[in-house]
């Protein structure tokens, strides 16, 4: 089985600031690995599919990039509205634990 | 776009069974496939597994093997996830999720998510 692992666990930035989340998978996934947003209460949101397609409305401050094992998801310009918890997944299957991006 | 409905929360007992719905509409029910997901209090997400339902197969997580069943109803457009011999670390919210056509297989749309509270 395929484990995913994303650093850090949680972060702090401020308004504005550039944010990078990383994810690994414990063996190469080729493009097959998505990014969601979840807020508290509320069901995860898809962001980023195929490692780095930006998924229809979703705002052009989110990118994805990697291939093989190593992913990243960036966020330009953080707003208010981005302070939520991140989410890898490998396609069809297992996500990763999570990373908590929280005020400063 | 397809919208996603579930059932209400639950509250079982240990050892018992419990059957959460997930009904679909806006889009033609038997093309899509239908992953589970669940989410324990202040807990990740994790994937249980999924169905296709114009052929009834399903996949599962190893580590729901034997204990989840998911079903589906083509004439009422829901699927079913059938979770037994519960314990107290079932608790959680469970979430059913299209796999999204020509997006790489994620989980495109969501429902509401429904509470599963298992206690004596």
């Known amino acids: 089985e395929i484990r995913m692992t994303q650093s850090p666990s949680s972060l702090s930035a401020s308004v504005g600031d550039r944010v990078t989340i990383t994810c690994r998978a414990s063996q190469s996934i080729s493009n097959h690995l998505n990014w969601y947003q979840q807020k508290p209460g509320k069901a995860p949101k898809l962001l980023i599919y195929a490692a780095s397609s930006l998924q229809s409305g979703v705002p052009s401050r989110f990118s994805g990039s990697g291939s093989g094992t190593d992913f990243t998801l960036t966020i330009n310009s953080l707003q208010p509205e981005d302070f939520a918890t991140y989410y890898c997944q490998q396609s069809y299957n297992t996500f990763g634990p999570g990373t908590t991006v929280d005020i400063k | 776009q397809v919208q996603l409905v579930q059932s209400g929360a639950e509250v079982k007992k240990p050892g018992s069974s419990v059957k959460v719905s997930c009904k679909a509409s806006g889009d033609t029910f038997s093309r899509n496939t239908i992953s589970w997901v669940r989410q324990a209090p202040a807990q990740g997400l994790e994937w249980m597994g999924r169905?296709?339902?114009?052929?009834?197969?399903?996949n599962y997580a190893q580590k729901f093997q034997g204990r989840v069943t998911f079903t589906a109803d083509e004439s009422t457009s829901t699927v079913y996830m059938e979770l037994s011999s519960l314990r107290s670390e079932d608790t959680a919210f469970y979430y059913c999720?299209?796999?999204?056509?020509?997006?790489?297989?994620?989980?495109?749309?969501w429902g509401q998510g429904t509470l599963v509270t298992v206690s004596s």
């Open positions: 999720a299209r796999v999204g056509s020509g997006t790489g297989g994620s989980l495109d749309s």
């Open positions: 169905i296709i339902p114009v052929y009834g197969t399903a």
